[in-house]
């Protein structure tokens, strides 16, 4: 057990569909991020959030993808208009306020999507 | 972006045999991670790099931040099947105000098999 948990763990969706993913870090976890990996590569930033204010997106996060974590507690991850290229695995990873890598930065097992 | 040339990209080995992987990068890190990860799962923190020349050992595990702090190698002696998975660096880049603390840049990974 990780502490970060994600739901759901795989998720089939047919092209053009919305689909939403949610990470539940620690309660301690102030800062959280979501990844993308797609199969053969390492992952990629998207956004991350201090408490409930999200700080920083990438260019990965399209338009059609918005993120969310209100109360600054779990976070939701929502793809729009689902196309074939956003298959991949979804990661979140929690931080200890105050944590170092070593014993604060923690990865979820991710959400594996598949869209066809 | 940034990008780290993580090599080789797979290794086939015997039960046994020492491992070295490595990286690279066109930038300057901070911070130098590397991670495991097993199928389906997210990746697992093994060892993290906080200064440039700093040599630290994990168990059989060893890695090194280099001096340029643009690269960072990880060697695994005595390899035992267990040690079967996808390996990846990673690497956070120095920001004055501290903002992007935790945001990483991974390699595309080293694949290790070990045959019994």
């Known amino acids: 057990d990780t502490g970060v948990s994600q739901n759901p763990r795989h998720k089939i969706t047919k092209r053009g569909q919305n689909v939403t993913f949610r990470c539940d870090p620690i309660s301690e976890h102030n800062r959280l991020y979501w990844y993308r990996q797609t199969l053969g590569q390492g992952p990629e930033f998207l956004t991350y959030?201090?408490?409930?204010?999200?700080?920083?997106k990438s260019r990965l996060l399209s338009d059609r993808f918005s993120a969310e974590r209100p109360k600054g507690s779990f976070s939701t991850l929502e793809i729009q208009r689902t196309e074939q290229g956003d298959s991949a695995m979804y990661l979140c990873?929690?931080?200890?306020?105050?944590?170092?890598?070593?014993?604060?930065?923690?990865f979820g097992s991710g959400t594996r999507l598949t869209v066809v | 972006g940034q990008q780290l040339n993580q090599s080789p990209q797979s290794m086939f080995i015997q039960e046994g045999e020492d491992v070295s992987m490595n990286c690279t990068s066109s930038?300057?890190?901070?911070?130098w991670l590397w991670y495991k990860q097993d199928p389906g799962e997210g990746p697992v923190l093994l060892i993290a790099l906080y200064k440039a020349g700093e040599l630290t050992s994990n168990g059989r595990l060893t890695a090194q931040f280099g001096i340029t702090r643009k690269d960072s190698f990880l060697n695994i002696s005595a390899s035992i099947p267990s040690d079967v998975g996808i390996y990846f660096c990673a690497g956070q880049i120095p920001n004055a105000g501290g903002t992007s603390y935790g945001k990483l840049t991974f390699g595309q990974g080293t694949i290790l098999t070990v045959h019994p």
């Open positions: 990873a929690g931080l200890l306020a105050g944590g170092g890598f070593e014993d604060g930065y923690t």
């Open positions: 930038s300057i890190f901070n911070t």
């Open positions: 959030f201090q408490n409930e204010a999200q700080l920083e």
